[in-house]
């Protein structure tokens, strides 16, 4: 385990990428290749149905500063830059999409030992400040993610978490949506060595009165291939495998099945990275 209590979007994270993690019903293709200078490349194409969406990222490191370009199919433009670490403990993240004006953000982040916090601020007249903290340790961490208008002078966002954690078992309670939804979540390594872990997540809306459960798991059938599956209250049924067939490259195909709409065609997808 890191030292600290990490961040606030780190609360729940290891049950919530077991169980929704590289599941998807599209077909997606992803390449990579570096330039004589150390430039990264990627060009990923997705199919959504009828529609086909691509986009092409470059990435350039120098010491501490990333620059991150990408330009999708809408002739979007997004640029962030990450300098990591100007002060220990700091990372400042700036970022801006063009054509849109509105967009320029600047987000720090700073983690210790007892404490983890990240805010953000937007470039506008009237920006949305966004702040979450966490205080704790590596075992029990409490924290809070707040989002507010300045043109309004409303919250727009207020969540809290509470996370606890030992050697192989993480579990965490998160009240979101200005105190109208509830989840749970739990997280267990069953065997370090094949990678089996079992996890699950409830969510309740007192608003509607809806329950959602999630359960979930996943195993290395060998250092290569990955398996996971889940299931939740409404019957619906999700599997993947992953393969590494070269290091960092990857071939993941997944499936979910209506168990309540059994005649209906099950949803598959797959996925492509190639890294050199």
């Known amino acids: 385990m890191g030292k600290g209590p990490g961040l606030y979007s780190d609360i729940g994270k290891k049950a919530r990428d077991l169980l929704y993690k590289d599941y998807q019903s599209d077909h ?7 330039t004589s200078s150390g430039v990264a490349i990627t060009s990923t194409g997705i199919k959504k149905g009828d529609l086909f969406l691509a986009d092409i ?13 990408k330009v999708d199919t809408n002739s979007n433009l997004l640029t962030t830059i990450t300098i990591d670490e100007p002060a220990p403990g700091l990372k400042t993240i700036f970022s801006f999409k063009v054509p849109d004006q509105r967009s320029g953000k600047v987000e720090l982040q700073y983690q210790h030992e007892h404490a983890g916090i990240s805010t953000s ?9 966004n702040f979450s903290g966490v205080v704790g340790s590596n075992f029990v961490a ?17 969540n809290a978490g509470l996370s606890y954690t030992n050697s192989d078992l993480i579990a965490s309670l998160t009240v979101n949506d200005k105190g109208d939804t509830l989840s749970a979540s739990y997280y267990h390594t069953v065997s370090p060595l094949t990678s089996t872990a079992v996890g ?6 007192i608003s509607s009165n809806e329950n959602i459960l999630t359960i979930g798991t996943q195993h290395a059938l060998d250092p290569l291939t990955t398996v996971k599956a889940r299931l939740n209250n409404y019957g619906k049924v999700s599997a993947l495998i992953q393969h590494e067939w070269r290091p960092k490259s990857l071939f993941t195909i997944s499936g979910e099945v209506d168990t309540k709409a059994i005649e209906k065609s099950a949803k598959v ?8």
């Open 200 to 205: 699950a997540e409830l969510t309740h809306s």
């Open 142 to 158: 409490l924290g809070t993610d707040l989002s507010f208008d300045t043109a309004t002078g409303n919250f727009t966002k207020c």
């Open 269 to 276: 997808g797959l996925a492509l990275a190639l890294k050199p």
């Open 28 to 34: 997606k293709f992803t390449v990579t290749t570096y």
């Open 121 to 129: 601020l937007g470039f506008t007249a009237n920006p949305i400040v």
């Open 57 to 69: 990222s470059s990435q350039l490191k120098n010491k501490n500063i990333t620059t991150d370009v």
